[in-house]
């Protein structure tokens, strides 16, 4: 059974979302603020392939539920819903740990296609997880060593936690290093041709994993861009 966490403060909204992914056989949890979603994650164990989270939340809001959930486990998948106004929430979610975003007001049908996309990579991942290691499936450019068995990364023998979608994006890089790779082509092979969004997902994401790969974030030695194009991975 699928399984989600609803956190939204508006009921009417919540009723609506819960009732189309019923339909569509997800086992959902609602939740009507930040609190009780992280309290309801623990009660049920962290038995969750999703979150869908509302930013705007009173107390404990959505930003924050998505950064302690994170924390929790890196194989979650976390969606945020977003006004169009918060632009700047979007950027932020995707920096802390979220894996896409849906802006109010929204159709069942985006919202359910959104939220199929990263059910199957969350499902993808967990796959993979859950194999044994094995050398022909390790990647290694430099200090960089890539495990598509475990999908990991590590630098110098240290593992680097990442999000599903980062291990995507590093993943594809990998398979085609110093070359540049255009901003579409990213988004659709880790997000796929139903997505809705724009290529911006894209750019936080890279700088996102700036943070976690580069020595100095703000002078890439390995994850460069190639303006009027897109990224390159240079070994």
């Given at each position: 059974?699928?399984?989600?966490?609803?956190?939204?403060?508006?009921?009417?909204?919540?009723?609506?979302?819960?009732?189309?992914?019923?339909?569509?056989?997800?086992?959902?949890?609602?939740?009507?603020?930040?609190?009780?979603?992280?309290?309801?994650?623990?009660?049920?164990?962290?038995?969750?392939?999703?979150?869908?989270?509302?930013?705007?939340?009173?107390?404990?809001?959505?930003?924050?539920?998505?950064?302690?959930?994170?924390?929790?486990?890196?194989?979650?998948?976390?969606?945020?819903?977003?006004?169009?106004?918060?632009?700047?929430?979007?950027?932020?979610?995707?920096?802390?740990?979220?894996?896409?975003?849906?802006?109010?007001?929204?159709?069942?049908?985006?919202?359910?296609?959104?939220?199929?996309?990263?059910?199957?990579?969350?499902?993808?991942?967990?796959?993979?997880?859950?194999?044994?290691?094995?050398?022909?499936?390790?990647?290694?450019?430099?200090?960089?060593?890539?495990?598509?068995?475990?999908?990991?990364?590590?630098?110098?023998?240290?593992?680097?936690?990442?999000?599903?979608?980062?291990?995507?994006?590093?993943e594809f890089f990998f398979a085609q290093p110093n070359t540049p790779l255009e901003r579409n082509a990213i988004l659709y092979h880790v997000w796929g041709d139903m997505y809705y969004g724009d290529e911006k997902v894209v750019?936080?994401?890279?700088?996102?994993?700036?943070?976690?790969?580069?020595?100095?974030?703000?002078?890439?030695?390995?994850?460069?861009?190639?303006?009027?194009?897109?990224?390159?991975?240079?070994?």
């Amino acid at each position: 059974m699928k399984r989600i966490l609803i956190a939204e403060d508006e009921q009417s909204i919540r009723e609506m979302v819960a009732f189309n992914l019923k339909r569509n056989g997800f086992d959902v949890t609602e939740a009507e603020n930040g609190e009780t979603a992280l309290k309801l994650y623990d009660e049920c164990g962290g038995n969750f392939d999703i979150a869908l989270l509302d930013i705007m939340m009173p107390g404990v809001d959505g930003l924050e539920v998505c950064k302690q959930l994170r924390k929790k486990s890196s194989t979650l998948g976390i969606i945020l819903l977003t006004a169009k106004t918060q632009e700047m929430d979007k950027v932020t979610g995707l920096l802390v740990g979220a894996d896409d975003y849906v802006t109010k007001p929204f159709s069942p049908a985006e919202l359910m296609a959104r939220i199929d996309a990263v059910y199957r990579r969350v499902t993808l991942n967990r796959e993979f997880a859950s194999k044994s290691r094995d050398k022909s499936y390790v990647i290694e450019l430099g200090e960089f060593s890539l495990n598509l068995r475990n999908r990991t990364l590590s630098k110098s023998g240290k593992v680097i936690e990442l999000t599903q979608v980062e291990f995507q994006i590093m993943e594809f890089f990998f398979a085609q290093p110093n070359t540049p790779l255009e901003r579409n082509a990213i988004l659709y092979h880790v997000w796929g041709d139903m997505y809705y969004g724009d290529e911006k997902v894209v750019d936080v994401n890279i700088r996102r994993l700036r943070m976690k790969l580069e020595d100095d974030p703000s002078n890439p030695k390995h994850l460069t861009t190639i303006w009027g194009v897109g990224y390159k991975w240079l070994v």
